[in-house]
């Protein structure tokens, strides 16, 4: 059974590119452009990991990682934020509210790929 | 950056082109003394998220305008730095420079790097002068050229310090101090090997740590540090990659060492943690996985693909028309049966004609969302307050359309900006409002779009354009109708400007608004009032590629005359004819000569009705310029799909296009200007050649034989 991966960003391009990556190594990949709808499509579904940028209209990256913590089928699914270099207060209220690690934006596919292997394998 | 990203540049190329668009809408709408907390936020936003698609798809050039201006955008929307008009006219010229780059990537076009070097300046200045240090942009060239010059390692580091540490005196804190002094630590604790606090001792250490240090020491160096702390069995170094850019928390829920944990035990002792897991394992939870489906209203399709089908349903409307007048030979009832069905036929097709032609509809907005920066820009540069009120925006037009549509509307708005709107002066004395309304509306009226630019401003002086008219040698008196008189305006070169300012008042503009609205099958109707405003409506048909015409026949060519240049069609006596010597033919109708164009002459076709006064002459108009075309027959009125001659055959003046009629025939669609152009250069050899497809007795371009 494949692992699946929910990518949430604002930016569509950034979405596709990580959808892409994603899936062309085997991983199912859901995407949301808000933590709205994330929220709503993590419910509605079962992901095995959650990768969440931070600014974001709509309920954004941190009150998304609150709100799935509150949900019992992802009270333990990793969750990683997408930060910015200068992003260490977003860090480390991002681990306060049960974010698993970061990613630094910009990103190469590649490193997006180790780190999801890392984290779901 | 792996080559792999490049297909999601169009993507990433359109969502930047959108978030500054909604940055620019954002700032000028922006109230300087109370701004929205919101709106900052979403300006900020839009910077921010421009900057981190550019850092990922590697647009460094963009990312570091984007990196300051974002910045100072962040510490706005904090309330951290107050926002002036000054700062939102710099944001605006940010915007503009982005754009430029943006522009560069895109379309290769030109980069001015000293525009946007003053851009970054400037904005760097604000940054410093309100106290914040600037920080370089993500990962800036400075940085990693350090890195190479010093060459930055980054070391993963497991310690894991035996139980006794503690008890030789060591002090773990001191040792991290003093990794930190070679570079820039990062250290997460493992507590793992902690046993329950019952039987905790608190002189043994059973903490594990794994270390990231990125430094430019040697290896060496940092096991020196290490030296009487740690054998080979409690330390392990390795050089990681440049910097992984990327962290775990180890006593995070979801980590991947909680998860190894967790394998080990089996799925039902272990509650809690697995509790996801369970989710996966439980009846009927296999492949249950929804993925919802993108709730999107739109999806993308090229724009070429769209023209291949709306002209493969104009093909199909053509054989649909020659199948109905196939069948106009056969017996209704006899055949009836086969006539319901063409009847059904025809209107599938209308329906898929229209439904097609809809997709090549496009809100107007697209060409309004620019205007409200150039009122912006151009009233400032006046020294004039103006502000623009649109309407109508989502009413849609032909995408052939809107293209064209903006420099007629452009200078348009211009000219009310530059001519018809008075100084907030002038105005306070004429009793008006210090700031003037330039209002810009479309809307669809009898099957036709109606796009009006109206301005509250001092309007049209009736005698200074009649002064101008007459000073110009153009034909006028004073009993002329305003409508006339406004009509004036129109002809080259014609300003009544005092002063040629800048924007406007060269006189180039107003004739070439003219010509591009009749090019486009439309026509300009003025209305003013002096001391009031004026109002310039442009009407349009729905769509460039169907056309409302007039079939004629030439001898035994049959031709297309657009519905909208013709005024009127007669049967002239022989006394309105006369001949002017060295310039043809002239027609009287009612007290005004107009020339006489023979169509017959001009495409030579034999075998045409030679004597005007038994022909019927169709008065057009075009290009300001009556004049009559010479034709045998009116064959019929009727909406035909036009084929362009010059993509399939090639350009042959005196037309804009045919079409194939329901019987086979090809008929040319002719282009008056073209036709104006063609008759004054007179029927000389050159014409015979460039005109080879109707010099024929028997049209060649016959579908059917």
């Known amino acids: 059974m494949g692992k699946s991966v929910l990518a949430v960003d604002d930016s569509k391009s950034i979405l596709q590119m990580v959808a892409f990556t994603l899936k062309g190594a085997g991983y199912d990949v859901g995407e949301a452009e808000n933590g709205e709808d994330a929220l709503a499509k993590a419910k509605g579904g079962s992901y095995n990991l959650i990768i969440t940028d931070l600014n974001m209209p709509k309920m954004d990256g941190l ?27 977003m860090k480390a209220k991002g681990k306060e509210l049960g974010a698993t690690g970061w990613l630094v934006k910009p990103f190469d596919p590649e490193k997006l790929l180790e780190v999801v292997k890392k984290v779901i394998g | 950056m792996s080559s792999g990203v490049s297909q999601f540049f169009e993507v990433f190329f359109e969502e930047t082109a959108e978030h500054l668009a909604d940055m620019e809408r954002l700032l000028l709408n922006l109230s300087i003394d109370y701004p929205d907390g919101e709106e900052l936020n979403a300006i900020f936003r839009a910077a921010h998220s421009i900057k981190g698609g550019a850092g990922t798809f590697g647009f460094r050039d963009m990312t570091v305008v984007t990196h300051v201006l974002e910045s100072l955008l962040d510490r706005i929307r904090k309330n951290e730095l107050a926002i002036n008009r000054e700062m939102v006219d710099l944001f605006l010229e940010a915007k503009d420079a982005i754009d430029m780059q943006l522009a560069g990537h ?37 940085e990693e050229a350090l890195a190479v010059d010093k060459q930055l390692s980054t070391y993963d580091i497991t310690f894991a310090p035996a139980a006794d540490t503690f008890c030789r005196g060591i002090r773990i804190e001191s040792l991290f101090r003093e990794l930190s002094g070679e570079g820039t630590l990062q250290a997460t604790a493992d507590l793992s090997a902690a046993p329950p606090f019952t039987e905790f001792d608190p002189e043994s250490c059973y903490c594990r740590w794994t270390l990231q240090l990125t430094t430019s020491a040697s290896e060496g160096t940092i096991r020196d540090i290490f030296e009487f702390v740690a054998g080979d069995e409690e330390l392990h170094i390795r050089i990681a990659t440049l910097d992984p850019g990327y962290g775990l928390f180890a006593d995070a829920p979801g980590a991947p060492e909680a998860k190894s944990a967790a394998d080990v035990m089996s799925s039902e002792t272990l509650m809690g943690r697995r509790a996801y897991d369970k989710n996966e394992t439980a009846p009927g939870a296999f492949g249950r996985r929804q993925v919802q489906g993108e709730q999107e209203s739109s999806i993308r399709v090229s724009v070429p693909k769209v023209d291949r089908l709306v002209n493969q349903v104009g ?30 036929l025809e209107r599938n097709t209308r329906d898929l004609q229209d439904s097609v032609m809809s997709m090549r509809m496009v809100p107007i907005s697209f060409v309004f969302s620019r205007f409200p920066r150039v009122v912006h820009d151009t009233a400032a540069l006046l020294g004039k307050e103006v502000e623009l009120k649109t309407y109508g925006e989502t009413t849609e037009l032909d995408r ?21 709107i008075e100084s907030p002066e002038v105005r306070a004395e004429r009793g008006k409002e210090p700031v003037g309304t330039i209002t810009l509306s479309a809307a669809q009226q009898e099957g036709k779009i109606v796009i009006e630019v109206a301005d509250d401003g001092g309007g049209l002086n009736r005698e200074k354009i009649l002064a101008k008219a007459r000073e110009k040698g153009l034909p006028v008196h004073d009993a002329m109708s305003d409508d006339e008189v406004w009509q004036l305006i129109f002809a080259p070169g014609f300003s009544t400007a005092d002063v040629v300012t800048d924007v406007s008042g060269r006189g180039v503009g107003m004739d070439v608004v003219m010509k591009n609205v009749k090019s486009l099958g439309g026509r300009v109707q003025i209305r003013s009032t002096l001391g009031k405003g004026s109002s310039f409506v442009i009407r349009l048909p729905l769509t460039m590629a169907i056309l409302d015409g007039l079939t004629v026949r030439v001898g035994s060519q049959v031709f297309i005359i657009p519905l909208n240049v013709i005024v009127e069609s007669l049967q002239p006596r022989i006394e309105d004819v006369s001949t002017v010597s060295g310039k043809g033919q002239v027609v009287n109708i009612r007290g005004d000569y107009f020339p006489l164009l023979p169509l017959h002459r001009l495409f030579h076709i034999a075998g045409a009705m030679d004597r005007p006064e038994e022909a019927i002459l169709t008065l057009v108009e075009a290009e300001g310029e009556k004049f009559v075309l010479m034709i045998d027959e009116l064959v019929g009125q009727q909406q035909v799909v036009i084929k362009s001659l010059e993509a399939n055959y090639k350009k042959v003046d005196g037309t804009a296009g045919g079409t194939i009629l329901g019987d086979g025939t090809v008929a040319l669609i002719l282009d008056m200007g073209s036709l104006l152009t063609l008759s004054r250069s007179g029927p000389t050899p050159a014409v015979t050649s460039s005109a080879p497809a109707v010099s024929h007795a028997e049209p060649i371009l016959h579908a059917f034989s």
């Open chain 2, 400 to 420: 052939g359309l809107i293209e064209k549509i903006v420099d007629p509307l452009t200078h348009l708005i211009r000219n009310s900006l530059d001519h018809g």
């Open chain 1, 63 to 89: 009150a998304l990682i609150k709100a799935l913590r509150g949900e019992a089928s992802y009270k333990f699914t990793p969750i990683l934020m997408l930060t910015t270099e200068a992003g260490d207060s």
């Open chain 2, 315 to 344: 093909e199909l409307v053509i054989t649909q028309a020659m199948l109905s007048q196939m069948m106009g030979g056969f017996d209704p009832i006899q055949y009836a049966h086969i006539h319901n069905a063409l009847t059904l």
């Open chain 2, 106 to 142: 895109r379309d290769g076009s030109e980069v001015d790097q000293g525009v946007i070097e003053g851009v970054c300046q400037r904005l760097e200045k604000i940054a410093l002068a309100s106290g914040a240090a600037v920080a370089p942009a993500v990962k800036g060239k400075k």
